[in-house]
T-cell receptor, first 115, second 114 residues
Framework: DAGVIQSPRHEVTEMGQEVTLRCKPI?????LFWYRQTMMRGLELLIY????????DSGMPEDRFSAKMPNASFSTLKIQPSEPRDSAVYFC?????????????FGDGTRLSIL | SQQGEEDPQALSIQEGENATMNCSYK?????LQWYRQNSGRGLVHLILIRSNEREKHSGRLRVTLDTSKKSSSLLITASRAADTASYFC??????????????FGTGTQLKVEL
């Protein structure tokens, strides 16, 4: 079975450029989560969707960050303009149903470096 | 402050030994989950324990939960080199109605040496 698929796996770009990270959740999963992981701050929840609707975006650090889920099989996280402090590993995860008893299934992440 | 904090931050043991990791949290929960992360990979769900459960087993894993102390432990028995990874606890929002949002702890880095 295909797991959560993220692209690209690695992205290196210059400060000020727009960055778009992509995620395909597991088919049939109704919840999707975007996380950011750094050594300093650990794993932080940025935003999550239930049934394609954003539920909690309180973790989105600034207006430079935006996320969309146009349909059940695709989501994007966009940073515009990017800054060096955005460098991190960004993970997407999905779960079967919008309750906390469901395990989250993670993709292998996008390692983002902003120069 | 962190909802979940693991202890120790790092643990190094010999293959065949048992590894115990602890997690403390601050607010009430419905469930607590443990995840493993291998280097360069995403997190993988290991086990979930509900707030009305005290102990749960899955293969070589044993999880305990003490809601009065707001703590949980993960025991890996007869460790193998392949168990080398970071381990995270994750808690839900309990009665605050946070839906299926999870807060992850700081993690324990486990190294199992041959």
């Amino acid at each position: 079975d295909a797991g959560v698929i993220q692209s690209p796996r690695h992205e290196v770009t210059e400060m000020g450029q727009e960055v778009t990270l992509r995620c395909k959740p597991i088919s049939g999963h109704n919840s999707l989560f975007w996380y950011r992981q750094t050594m300093m701050r650990g794993l932080e929840l940025l935003i999550y969707f239930n049934n394609n609707v954003p539920i909690d975006d309180s973790g989105m650090p600034e207006d430079r960050f935006s996320a969309k889920m146009p349909n059940a099989s695709f989501s994007t996280l966009k940073i515009q303009p990017s800054e060096p402090r955005d460098s991190a590993v960004y993970f997407c995860a999905s779960s079967l149903a919008p309750n906390s008893r469901q395990p989250q299934h993670f993709g292998d992440g996008t390692r983002l470096s902003i120069l | 402050s962190q909802q979940g904090e693991e202890d120790p931050q790092a643990l190094s043991i010999q293959e065949g030994e048992n590894a115990t990791m602890n997690c403390s949290y601050k607010t009430s929960i419905n469930n607590l989950q443990w995840y493993r992360q291998n280097s360069g990979r995403g997190l993988v769900h290991l086990i979930l324990i509900r707030s009305n459960e005290r102990e749960k087993h899955s293969g070589r894993l044993r999880v305990t939960l003490d809601t009065s102390k707001k703590s949980s432990s993960l025991l890996i028995t007869a460790s193998r080199a392949a168990d080398t990874a970071s381990y995270f606890c994750a808690t839900d929002a309990g009665l605050t109605g946070g839906g299926n949002k999870l807060t992850f702890g700081t993690g324990t880095q486990l190294k199992v040496e041959l």
